[in-house]
């Protein structure tokens, strides 16, 4: 469970879920878009969502200026529909629930170049030795780090550096890394699509990627660390 003020979620997946479930407007008692209890749960998953770094791709500003639920889901969803409907003489509530709905909510850990390396390098310090918080993350977020990993230690530009199948005495090629590290992706975005694909990991699927993930970044790391 995960608590934020007064509210207890089940785990990310339940934050997010909510996240949109207030972003979509309802009928308020004042005939308002949003309740004051919608605004401060909002206010409290906003504040989350900014310290564990998650960002909306379609809308990247508003979580790090912890942008409030009337500001974001009336006024800047709205100006957005306008934008691309400039058809549109009012907009409707169903266009911006369609928007909430189809919202990209990912975490990041750095920035897509890879030029700040310092918490990205913890993080596999932490799984290569075993230390730091990384067992008390949920599965999906393990996953989430584990792909971030891979991809910070293989991907240079749009090509794969050759993974060493010797480090892993042939138990893992470059093949498998790959398929690896485009399994996992999935669990970097929060969107309806990777939504359904996710929901088709049970956990002893996930538990076997966490353990394959952690054996490829521990020997990569490691292997990377030995050669320079």
Not at 129 to 156: I, P, R, W
Not at 162 to 183: E, N, P
Not at 198 to 216: A, T, V
């Amino acid at each position: 469970m995960i608590t934020i003020g007064d509210y207890e979620y089940r785990d990310e997946e339940d934050i997010i879920g909510n996240f949109r479930r207030l972003l979509k407007p309802t009928s308020g008692p004042d005939f308002s878009d949003y309740s004051n209890v919608d605004i401060n749960e909002f206010s409290g998953i906003m504040t989350w969502l900014y310290l564990n770094k998650f960002v909306i791709r379609e809308f990247p500003n508003v979580i790090k200026h912890k942008m409030s639920l009337k500001a974001f889901g009336s006024e800047t969803i709205r100006r957005y529909i306008m934008t691309n409907k400039p058809e549109l003489s009012n907009v409707p509530w169903s266009e911006r629930r369609a928007v909430v709905d189809s919202l990209t909510i990912e975490r990041i850990y750095d920035d897509s170049s890879f030029e700040v390396k310092p918490e990205i390098e913890s993080i596999m310090k932490d799984i290569a030795m075993g230390t730091g918080d990384f067992q008390s993350h949920s599965k999906e977020n393990k996953l989430a780090m584990l792909n971030n990993c891979v991809e910070y230690l293989l991907k240079d530009g749009e090509k794969y550096k050759t993974v060493d199948a010797s480090i892993f005495y042939g138990f893992l090629d470059q093949v498998k890394v790959i398929k690896f590290r485009k399994d996992t992706h999935v669990f970097r975005h929060h969107d309806r699509n990777t939504m359904f694909e996710r929901e088709q990991w049970d956990d002893e699927k996930k538990d076997l990627y966490i353990r394959i993930g952690i054996i490829i970044v521990t020997e990569v790391f490691q292997n990377n660390n030995m050669s320079q």
